[in-house]
């Protein structure tokens, strides 16, 4: 069976407070940890009411320090954000600290509204317009040592210098960079969750066009999708409607603490949106064990996904604990794990 995965939000609701998420999203490692999940990784987002943690790179150390086998990494590290020198320091750090047990995946995104980017960035850097492709490269040089010659950066070292940076994974919703992952040779993660491009043609479009590199030797593709899980099918559907009025919300620009199940059912739909929470349904996998597997299915066998990152943003975190449970008996990760 295929290998599970998590990411992570650090989901703040109604009747969580973003202190309680944090620890919550620790407490909820280790039982992936226990239950045989391959990864755990940590988003960035900032200015959201809706997620506790700005800093995957904090939250890695804590969750790798609690735990003995999983790898623990971001989902990512938002690039435009940081100084590829800092970032080149922290996850060297991480890999000193937890060797083999680090990813560092990258976005592209700020992974936030334009003032909170200005923010972020105003002191530090005064360039304009995508930069990915620049920052992905001095990023690598970091590693490599290949700045030109007379570069001043050949007089800079990014500490611990007897640690290689983690492996690298780029994060995507479309084919743009589906298409940087194949040519630089790097790991690709697809975010279906919230993807209007085709996973199917994001995942099988890496793989074909692949090419080898110092970073990986062959394609490794992740499917992100949104999923809950619940003993039957009535259950799951009705700890979902969180996500539903949820989603309905942040199509809006309301990115506020998730709902409760109570707060969801009770909310007076408009046709229109239900409508639109019918729409989004597409990204949403819901239902037992046996249901959400049929559902998959097809998509992971003609995505030739190589691993499944599930996201379940529930309500109550036991709820979301048992959902997880749920997955992983019916991937069998236990029966993999004693093997």
């Known amino acids: 069976m295929l290998p599970l995965s998590i990411l992570d939000l650090s989901v703040v609701t109604t009747g969580t407070k973003p202190a309680a998420a944090l620890r919550n999203s620790i407490d909820l490692a280790r039982h992936a940890d226990a239950l045989g999940y391959v990864r755990y990784w940590l988003a960035e987002h900032h200015n959201l009411s809706s997620v506790a943690s700005p800093a995957p790179d904090l939250m890695i150390g804590q969750i790798a320090a609690v735990t003995s086998r999983i790898h623990v990494g971001s989902g990512g590290v938002m690039l435009p954000n940081h100084a590829p020198l800092m970032v080149a320091e922290r996850f060297k750090m991480l890999e000193a600290l937890f060797p083999g047990r ?71 919703s479309s084919d743009y960079s589906s298409e940087l992952a194949a040519q630089v040779g790097m790991g690709f993660a697809f975010a279906h969750h919230f993807a209007s491009y085709d996973a199917v043609d994001a995942l099988t479009h890496y793989r074909a066009r692949f090419k080898p590199s110092r970073w990986r030797s062959k394609p490794h593709g992740i499917l992100a999708v949104a999923l809950v899980a619940a003993e039957t099918d009535a259950e799951a559907e009705q700890l979902a409607t969180s996500m539903d009025l949820n989603r309905l919300r942040r199509d809006r620009g309301q990115y506020l603490p998730l709902p409760s199940v109570e707060e969801a059912q009770a909310y007076p739909y408009s046709d229109a949106e239900r409508a639109s929470i019918a729409r989004n349904r597409s990204r949403l996998f819901v239902g037992s064990p046996a249901t959400v597997l049929q559902k998959l299915q097809p998509m992971i066998s003609a995505s030739q996904a190589d691993e499944l990152m599930i996201i379940t943003a529930v309500y109550d975190h036991d709820a979301r604990k048992k959902s997880y449970s749920l997955l992983a008996d019916a991937f069998g990760l236990g029966k993999q794990a004693a093997a």
């Open 102 to 172: 680090i990813d560092l995946g990258l976005g592209r995104a700020p992974g936030t509204d334009g003032a909170t980017a200005y923010a972020l960035r105003s002191r530090l850097d005064r360039r304009e317009g995508d930069d990915f492709l620049e920052r992905l490269h001095e990023l690598t040089l970091w590693e490599t040592r290949e700045f030109p010659p007379g570069h001043p950066f050949n007089n800079v070292v990014a500490m611990p210098d007897d640690t290689p940076l983690p492996p690298i994974w780029l994060l995507g």
